[in-house]
């Protein structure tokens, strides 16, 4: 019975540690403040990135009326709008990207409480196992 329910448990464990390797094992490496600024500086290139792609995409898609119908004035002040822009759409993703993050961390967090309980299961399992052996070998010894 014993052996069934260290089964189970270990069973348990290890389909815990294969699915869960690489989002709630890895996030527990890190504190809760320090994941959550890597996840945002890594949000924050990849979305400043996009955002560069997508406005050098729209300027070629326009390169012929911009160059022509517009003055020197004209294209700085839709460089700055554009920064403007960037910087509004930015805060607003970070923002969001803070509380995605955060409740992406609460939640790996909880699921590596119920792992390490089950953990302390199999620990208690193997000491009681071990106690177990141990008297017998002192009755034998009688």
């Known amino acids: 019975m014993v052996n069934e329910e260290r089964t189970k448990l270990m069973t348990k464990a290890e389909i815990f540690?294969?699915?869960?390797?690489?989002?709630?094992?890895r996030m527990n490496r890190f504190y809760k403040g320090d994941y959550i600024a890597?996840?945002?500086?890594?949000?924050?290139?990849?979305?400043?990135?996009?955002?560069?792609?997508?406005?050098?995409?729209w300027v070629l898609y326009y390169a012929?009326?911009?160059?022509?119908?517009?003055?020197?004035?004209?294209l700085a002040g839709l460089m700055a709008?554009?920064?403007?822009?960037?910087?509004c759409l930015l805060v607003c993703?970070?923002?969001a990207a803070y509380y995605v993050f955060k409740r992406k961390y609460i939640l790996?967090?909880?699921?590596?409480?119920?792992?390490?309980?089950?953990?302390?299961?199999?620990?208690?399992?193997?000491?009681?196992?071990?106690?177990?052996v141990w008297r017998e070998s002192e009755g034998f010894k009688e």
């Open 17 to 25: 540690r294969v699915k869960e390797e690489r989002n709630a094992l």
């Open 81 to 87: 709008r554009a920064g403007i822009s960037l910087l």
């Open 38 to 57: 890597y996840e945002m500086i890594r949000s924050a290139i990849a979305f400043i990135f996009a955002f560069a792609l997508l406005f050098v995409m």
């Open 108 to 132: 790996a967090r909880d699921k590596m409480k119920e792992y390490q309980a089950v953990l302390r299961q199999i620990g208690r399992l193997y000491e009681k196992e071990a106690e177990k």
């Open 93 to 95: 993703f970070l923002v």
């Open 64 to 74: 012929e009326p911009l160059m022509t119908q517009r003055s020197v004035e004209e």
